[in-house]
């Protein structure tokens, strides 16, 4: 009864940080839609020189990240943080959806069941990354093997554009309901058709750096981030039957350590552990309530550096006896 009603304090001191200027949400919204419309132009322009095509492919990989931006901004509309029941805002996050091969739809009962269920053994796959412990592990068959080493594997994160977002959130709904999820279907095939039309008007070269390049850092940088947040050296998973909402946010989501860039580009996803604890805080307000708030400040802790990045990427399963996530068995 103690550790319920300490967790219950703990979510009810995040309450007030759960309150959004509407102000700051619509300027966020509108200031990166232009920006990512600026950059995506520039990439689309006919270069004239040498230093021209270089530029336009710095306008391209910038446009890649401030669409990560605009996806933190349609991630927490999903959840209520921000701009909530705002009929502009749906339309414009709906036709963004479709554009990144993210149904609302799909993205809501896939994430919402995600974050009920974060760092449990049993059932934390839906809406993340398949994670079984080493005794699961030893008992599977060869096929389910591989098929988890290849749902765990750097480059299904690299070729997010084709693995996780155009098959994981288009075609995988679709196959498991197609009535219900015919969106998802609908949005890969208007990705092909924009590309084919793309291609067809204005030639590869503007396909490649107007569409192709930003959507596939995009979701490449996406993929990483939702894999570090919940796949770095300290995490903590928990069996069903003793699992709680407040440890799996303080001890299964990570604080991504990043420069005032990096938060930028990244919407402050990196204060992934406030998140967590709780999703209605607006982006813009998730650093100050872990400064506000004793014990989210000492979160465990990642970054993008090359080392952390490797270090993550080395966790496979986990081991329950050691109490950490470990490598695969060598045979």
Known sequence: MESARQNKELIDATRPFAVESKLKSWWSLASTLALTAATLSWAACTPHSMAGWATRL??????GLLIVRVFILYHDFQHGAILRGSRIARALFWV?????????KVWRETHNYHHANTAKIVGSHVGSYAMVTTGMWAKMSPGDQRMYKIIRHPLTIVTG???LFMFGMGVSPFLRAPKKHW?????VVLNVALSAALVWKFGFA???LAMFLPLAISMTAGGYLFYAQHNFPDIHVQPRESWSFTNAALESSS?????PIGRFFCGNIGFHHVHHLNSMIPFY??????SAIPELATPHKTSWSPRDVIACFQLKLWDAEQGKMVGYPSR
């Open 255 to 259: 604080y991504m350590q990043m420069g």
């Open 58 to 63: 710095m306008a391209s990989a910038v446009s």
């Open 183 to 187: 969106q998802s279907i609908a949005a």
């Open 206 to 208: 503007t396909f490649a």
């Open 161 to 163: 554009y084709f693995t």
């Open 285 to 290: 307000r998730l650093p100050e309530a872990m």
């Open 96 to 104: 963004y959806g479709m554009l990144i091969m993210t149904p609302p």
